[in-house]
């Protein structure tokens, strides 16, 4: 799942992004990849083929997880779809139209909360902010949004697709 991270954070204009990928499950973080230029499919998978294994293996859980991510068309082109099939066991399937129900989309919101403290004046400043603070992550703190998902799905169901409070 990826997110922009926006600097200067205090400065309306002159600023720029940092685009990332990151990986979560109920132990944590796993790896946290720096995407540089626009993500397009073939990055994309690229970042699949090699941070998503090593993730899981870095958190002792090899292929023991359901993947899930949104419907951004990178991520639902043949070509993922594909490799996802023949290389992740389980995997949520959400409705193209839904919500976002993925709890690594509240995870990037505590993670720009956690670097608006630091100085960050270039794309090397941000980029070392959000690693530290990337690394800083308790898996209670994930817990606690993975612990969320099903709560997450029944609202999704209840409220036929339309947007729920997650």
Known sequence: MTC???????????????????????QGVGNLHFID?????YIYLNI????????????GIK???IF???????????KVEAWLSNNITEYLVTPPQSPDIN???NLWDYLDRQIRDHNILSKETLKKALEKEWNKIT????????????????????????????
Not at 6 to 22: A, D, E, H, I
Not at 37 to 41: K, L, S, V
Not at 48 to 59: D, F, G, R, V
């Open 4 to 26: 922009k991270f926006r600097y200067p954070l205090t400065v309306k204009y002159g600023g720029g992004f940092v685009m990332v990928w990151g990986y979560m499950n109920a």
């Open 37 to 41: 230029g626009i993500m397009n499919q």
């Open 48 to 59: 699949l083929k090699t941070n998503l294994a090593a993730s899981a293996e870095k958190m």
């Open 63 to 65: 292929d023991d997880f």
């Open 68 to 78: 899930t991510q949104d419907n951004d068309p990178k991520h639902t082109v043949k």
């Open 103 to 105: 709890p690594i989309e």
């Open 139 to 166: 898996a209670e703190t994930i817990r606690h949004l993975v612990d969320s998902m099903s709560k997450r799905l029944e609202a999704t169901i209840r409220s036929k697709g339309y947007p729920t409070k997650y």
